[in-house]
């Protein structure tokens, strides 16, 4: 099995890239460390610049992500704001902005890059689409999942507990990313 380290102190991330990748034989290995996170409109940006820091501090390969909601109505916004429109307007002031907004959709777009000493940053993509809810509901989670209902679902993310939550992620960057590691042990 494969370890990577992946820099985090999040543990529902370190859940979810346990959840896509050790089926495959890669084992991840959390490891929190203090990153710089910049300030960039790009969501990848800002994550690739978290993974080529992290490899430097640690001199080892690495595995960061980052996250942000994307609301196509809103102009894209907040996307690479995400963590501090979520600690300032948070949900509620996200659903003030849609009042009277009819088209709801939404995405998060997850990053993942996978830094390495001496190769260029590989960054995989993950698009979870969906929609926003006119009010907040359910009890699991956080932030977000109070207002973001995956497509093919009638309900936000928080009424779902962790193991179903993880089920309506895309796992489309962590299969890249697994067949990325894969061909790099050939």
Not at 18 to 40: R, S, T
Not at 49 to 67: G, I, P, R
Not at 82 to 108: C, P, Q, S, W
Request: hydrophobic fraction near 40%; charge should be neutral.
């Amino acid at each position: 099995m494969k370890d990577l380290i992946y820099v985090t102190g999040n543990k529902y991330k370190l859940f979810t890239a346990k959840k896509f990748l050790q089926p495959f034989g890669i084992n991840v290995i959390g490891k929190k460390i203090d990153c710089p996170e910049i300030q960039a409109d790009s969501i990848e940006e800002v994550t690739r610049f978290s993974a080529e820091y992290a490899c430097k501090a640690l001199n080892s390969a690495v595995l960061k992500n980052d996250m942000g909601l994307v609301i196509p109505a809103l102009n894209g916004f907040p996307a690479a704001y995400t963590h501090y429109v979520e600690d300032t307007l948070g949900a509620a002031g996200i659903l003030k902005l849609m009042e009277n907004v009819k088209n709801r959709e939404a995405y998060f777009l997850e990053c993942l890059a996978y830094a390495e000493p001496g190769k260029e940053t590989k960054v995989f993509v993950c698009k979870t689409l969906g929609t926003l809810d006119t009010k907040q509901s359910g009890k699991f989670g956080w932030g977000w999942d109070k207002i973001f209902i995956p497509a093919g679902q009638t309900k936000s993310m928080a009424n779902f507990d962790d193991n179903t939550r993880a089920n309506f992620w895309s796992e489309k960057g962590y299969i890249e990313l697994k067949d990325y590691l894969n061909q790099q042990q050939d």
